[in-house]
Antibody, heavy 115, light 107 residues
Framework: EVQLVESGGGLVQPGGSLRLSCAASGFTFSRYWMSWVRQAPGKGLEWVANIKQDGSEKYYVDSVKGRFTISRDNAKNSLYLQMNSLRAEDTAVYFC????????WGQGTLVTVSS | DIQMTQSPSTLSASVGDRVTITCRASQSISSWLAWYQQKPGKAPKLLIYKASSLESGVPSRFSGSGSGTEFTLTISSLQPDDFATYYCQQYNTYYWTFGQGTKVEIK
């Protein structure tokens, strides 16, 4: 059974940092592109970032460029999102997902940016 | 960046109705379009990929069509389980974009 389990969400003050993690199991993690997608409370889906199988290519939505970094550790079957200089508008549920060639999503982890 | 515009934003329909949702891209995306269904508190679920290919396990009442900049998702006979929010998503490049969503409500 495929599982993507996010962790690391929580309450952080504006300007602060958080690191999200996603533990993957049930598929060959190293063979797939991975993504982060977020959803602000009561709002629609927003793609955040993509990373290639070997980590050599990374792509970001304009609103997080220079502040967020996507990375992966294929030996640990794990995906990460380092989020710096957080803003109130970054408040959302963050989903880890494998959407290129398959359709797997985590349950999401809530990040709240507030003073 | 490619913008995706869905219409309508909300749709009220009855069980058995034929429902059509439209998605427009700000530039041509060939057939690199997916449709997702999302229910409250849940992760999205893929329905259609490459504009018209039905994902395995998805009921045949769902269909997709279009290419270039105009796409549609059709539910041929709306079922109680179909009341949800639907999103289109372009993946023409590695910079993806979702539409703003269409909520299908019970009439």
């Amino acid at each position: 059974e495929v599982q993507l389990v996010e962790s690391g969400g929580g309450l952080v003050q504006p300007g602060g940092s958080l690191r999200l993690s996603c533990a993957a199991s049930g598929f060959t993690f190293s063979r797939y592109w991975m993504s982060w997608v977020r959803q602000a409370p009561g709002k629609g889906l927003e793609w955040v970032a993509n990373i290639k199988q070997d980590g050599s290519e990374k792509y970001y939505v304009d609103s997080v460029k220079g502040r967020f970094t996507i990375s992966r550790d294929n030996a640990k079957n794990s995906l990460y999102l380092q989020m710096n200089s957080l803003r109130a508008e970054d408040t959302a549920v963050y989903f880890c997902a494998s959407l290129k060639g398959q359709d797997y999503w985590g349950q999401g982890t809530l990040v709240t940016v507030s003073s | 960046d490619i913008q995706m515009t869905q219409s309508p934003s909300t749709l009220s329909a009855s069980v058995g109705d034929r429902v059509t949702i439209t998605c427009r891209a700000s530039q041509s995306i060939s057939s690199w379009l997916a449709w997702y269904q999302q229910k409250p508190g849940k992760a999205p679920k893929l329905l259609i990929y490459k504009a018209s290919s039905l994902e395995s396990g998805v009921p045949s009442r769902f269909s997709g069509s279009g290419s270039g900049t105009e796409f549609t998702l059709t539910i041929s006979s709306l079922q109680p389980d179909d009341f949800a929010t639907y999103y289109c998503q372009q993946y023409n490049t590695y910079y993806w974009t979702f539409g703003q969503g269409t909520k299908v409500e019970i009439k």
